[in-house]
């Protein structure tokens, strides 16, 4: 059977305005969308009930129900880079456009974050970064830049913290986690094995372990003690990283008002070690 994304990629131009309004958002939301009422789906579509029924019927399905369970099937297969940029080359009418269109996209994706934002689970994981003897951050491919700029930061505060992203030294890292360190690992959809490997082995070893992933399915979930979901799909071949990052940044911003005094001291102390060298242009 066909897969159900690529089945709407490839009617999108047989569709009308309002069916390619449904698409466009099936497509940016595929993670959430397949558990999504008749309802819930033409809100945020902005179409009718109607519309939504006659899509599922327009695309071969005998009605919502049938295609709603073809959608959460499809939950587990992610799609490939290549049927990523052609839905990306499908779905926008021009070049200005989209552009514009990306930016909004973007700005939806923050404010689904933070509707469905799990406080409680971000207060925790902020004292377990303060709490812990050693941070490790296990990070991978294009999630490496959110690695990155995490252990710049809390590196910056606490001089306890190490990005891991080479495959190869992961098991030789890993090696040394007690029960008093934490593992952050950052993965998104199509995730990759080494990171869930990484924090698999750190669960087994004992370490707190905080997972910063797309979705409840991850496959991040079943080893972390600690999960904070960020958005990051959109129709393109490249991942959305506007929302995990705002979601890191305020995950730094929360430690260090936490350790506002100490980290307070350990900065002043900084700055004359940066003018010493003269780091910042003047």
């Known amino acids: 059977m066909q897969e159900v994304y690529q089945i709407i990629t490839n009617k999108l131009p047989e569709m009308s305005k309002s069916q390619r309004k449904i698409a466009k958002y099936v497509l940016d939301n595929a993670e959430s969308v397949p558990f999504f009422t008749v309802g819930q789906l033409a809100k945020m579509a902005e179409v009718s009930e109607a519309t939504v029924v006659r899509f599922s019927t ?16 499809s939950v587990k ?150 999960t904070l979901c960020s958005p990051s799909e959109m129709p393109s071949y490249i991942d959305s990283f506007v929302a995990p990052l705002s979601l890191v940044n305020a995950l730094l911003t929360a430690v260090g008002r936490k350790k506002r005094k100490e980290i307070e001291k350990h900065l002043t102390d900084l700055e004359e070690v940066w003018d010493r060298f003269q780091i910042f242009h003047k």
């Open 58 to 73: 327009f695309l071969g399905y005998s009605g919502y129900p049938e295609w709603q369970k073809a959608m959460q099937d």
């Open 77 to 226: 297969r992610q799609l490939t880079t290549v049927e990523r940029l052609k839905i990306s080359d499908d779905i926008y009418d021009s070049e200005d456009k989209a552009v514009y269109e990306m930016f909004q996209e973007e700005i939806v994706r923050i404010q689904k974050m933070a509707d469905q934002f799990d406080i409680i689970a971000f207060h925790q994981a902020v004292q377990a970064i303060i709490d812990a003897k050693r941070i490790f951050i296990v990070a991978n491919r294009s999630a490496v830049s959110l690695g990155f700029f995490m252990e710049f930061y809390l590196d910056l505060l606490f001089q306890n913290t190490e990005l891991i992203r080479n495959p190869n030294g992961i098991s030789e890292k890993l090696f040394r986690i007690t029960e008093g360190d934490i593992v952050i690992g950052i993965s998104y959809a199509r995730y990759t094995k080494n990171t869930i490997d990484a924090i698999s082995f750190a669960k087994e070893r004992g370490a707190n372990v905080i997972a910063i992933t797309d979705t409840m399915f991850s496959p991040l979930i079943p080893y972390s003690n600690i």
